[in-house]
């Protein structure tokens, strides 16, 4: 068990400000095969503090495996892998977590049954005492979890109640909040509103913009372009493990990115073929010249 004594009026705002002039991580080329498969090919992608950076796509594009190389979990296989600067090739999600970069996956990881606060510090609880007879010190924990919670604007009336009786969009948002207490400079948001409705995923986007405006770099992976745009400062889109689209926010409009996002391109391509089709509407497609935002293409050109 760690004692963990200063949270983010510690390390987290001292260590992000000023921000830093380059990216916190940095993809270059950077792509993944298991076997003869290849999940990921030829990305580039920039992460700055102060920025949410939206990883956006259909399922099987490849946010899954860029998750599992930024967070420790894989190694990739081709391109390079910087943090801070300097190449890095992690071996486990610990590796990750001492360079400051957290996940916070759909599951949550947390224990329903349990107190807020016991899974605020779940697996680094605070202790206190002599060693080897040292106890946990519910007390701190306590105080440390609500002061935490209520600088990311978290305000929860009881910290006893589980965890599970929360609601989805309090649940993101306390793991939001841990995430940061314990150092987190880069921090990943795998689908934090996919099951979540639209009030809810509101409460969630709140808290993501907050974090933004305390310093981190986020990584916000969505397939949704609107719950994107909203908090945004550059928007990735993967297709087929190759990135179609790697725009800032005045680069891309709201349209644009959802063009891209549901296979405006080929929809595009297909457009003469599909006013042929009795009862397909192709009014609103977009033309093939319309898809300006800039798109990345792989080193090879394909995949």
Not at 251 to 269: C, D, F, K, Y
């Amino acid at each position: 068990m760690t004692d963990k004594t200063n949270g983010t009026h510690g390390a987290v705002l001292e260590d992000s400000t000023p921000v830093p002039d380059g990216p916190l991580v940095e993809l270059r080329g950077a792509g993944k095969s298991y076997g003869n498969v290849r999940a990921l090919h030829g990305v580039d992608l920039k992460v700055h503090a102060g920025e949410v950076t939206c990883v956006l796509g259909d399922n099987g594009a490849g946010k899954s495996t860029l998750i599992k190389i930024i967070s420790g979990l894989h190694q990739h296989t081709e391109g390079t892998f910087l943090v801070d600067g300097q190449p890095v090739r992690f071996t486990s999600p610990r590796e990750a977590l001492d360079k400051g970069i957290a996940t916070v996956y759909q599951d949550l990881a947390t224990v329903p049954l349990m107190p807020v606060w016991r899974n605020f510090f779940l697996g680094s609880e605070m202790t206190k005492g002599p060693w080897p007879v040292r106890r946990l010190d519910i007390a701190r924990m306590k105080k440390t979890a609500d002061e935490e919670l209520r600088n990311m604007g978290i305000v929860l009336d009881d910290l006893e109640q589980p965890i599970g009786t929360l609601s989805g969009g309090q649940r993101q948002s306390v793991a939001i909040a841990r995430a940061v207490y314990f150092g987190a400079r880069v921090l990943i948001l795998d689908e934090p509103t996919a099951a979540l409705g639209v009030k809810q995923s509101g409460v969630v986007l709140k808290y993501i913009a907050a974090a933004r405006d305390r310093g981190l770099g986020v990584i916000f992976i969505t397939h949704n372009p609107h719950h994107a745009y909203m908090v945004g400062d550059h928007f990735s889109v993967l297709r087929l493990g190759t990135l179609e689209l790697s725009a800032s926010r005045d680069q891309v409009g709201l349209e644009e990115l959802t063009n891209h996002m549901a296979g405006g391109a080929e929809l595009a391509a297909l457009k003469h073929e599909l006013a042929q089709v009795r009862g397909v509407d192709v009014e609103e497609l977009p033309e093939e010249g319309d898809l300006t935002a800039p798109v990345a293409t792989s080193p090879e050109g394909s995949t």
